[in-house]
T-cell receptor, first 113, second 116 residues
Framework: GENVEQHPSTLSVQEGDSAVIKCTYSDSASNYFPWYKQELGKRPQLIID?????GEKKDQRIAVTLNKTAKHFSLHITETQPEDSAVYFC????????????FGTGTRLQVFP | EAEVAQSPRYKITEKSQAVAFWCDPI?????LYWYRQILGQGPELLVQFQDESVVDDSQLPKDRFSAERLKGVDSTLKIQPAELGDSAMYLC??????????????FGPGTRLTVL
């Protein structure tokens, strides 16, 4: 079945630096890749997503890139702020099950002031 | 802004007892999902409903778990009997998605279950 690997599991950066989180997926037919942010004790919230017909998408300080050939996608956060500290999950949607998202294991990002 | 509602937020129970969780999706969302999130891991889909019909329950331990969405709106997830390994966060999500097209899944706050 579909598998999503996420690295690193923890990431510490200084405020203002950039953070990059990488995911790989196994199902070459996957066509939708959302990223969720989960603060401690709160619900996961979608921060950005990308579909397989697009290579890059940007929203202010957040960008996602997709390499379909290599089955990689990455989250880039620029000019990090302490409020970016949270756990980030990537996910991939397979095409053999309606809307089923397979999540990565999460990256705990800490931004130090 | 409309949100997915879940209750209770926390549940402590003893093993072999029955527990039930409730989810009210965003109004108009046809698709409802129940996920289990073990500490330190990503959410794992247990069951997916399209309106009142189960679309995917391949990861639902059917010997002890059951889920229903009788009127195609709110949903209940039940565990009977609960086991120690069921301790986790149970998340409900909903989306507008109809067949085939990916759409944003909106998550509820979750129910944290502790089985003693």
């Amino acid at each position: 079945g579909e598998n999503v690997e996420q690295h690193p599991s923890t990431l510490s950066v200084q405020e203002g630096d950039s953070a990059v989180i990488k995911c790989t997926y196994s199902d070459s037919a996957s066509n939708y890749f959302p990223w969720y942010k989960q603060e401690l004790g709160k619900r996961p919230q979608l921060i950005i997503d990308i579909r397989s017909n697009v290579g890059e998408k940007k929203d202010q300080r957040i960008a996602v890139t997709l390499n379909k050939t290599a089955k990689h996608f990455s989250l880039h956060i620029t000019e990090t702020q302490p409020e970016d500290s949270a756990v980030y999950f990537c996910a991939a949607r397979g095409v053999y099950n309606t809307d089923k998202l397979i999540f990565g294991t999460g990256t705990r990002l800490q931004v130090f002031p | 802004e409309a949100e997915v509602a879940q209750s209770p937020r926390y549940k402590i129970t003893e093993k072999s007892q029955a527990v039930a969780f409730w989810c009210d999706p965003i109004s108009g969302h046809a698709t409802l999902y129940w996920y289990r999130q073990i500490l330190g891991q990503g959410p794992e889909l247990l069951v997916q409903f399209q309106d009142e019909s189960v679309v995917d329950d391949s990861q639902l331990p059917k010997d002890r778990f059951s889920a229903e969405r009788l009127k195609g709106v709110d949903s209940t997830l039940k565990i009977q009997p609960a086991e120690l390994g069921d301790s986790a966060m149970y998340l409900c999500a909903s989306s507008l998605a109809t067949s085939g097209n990916p759409d944003t899944q909106y998550f509820g706050p979750g129910t944290r279950l502790t089985v003693l």
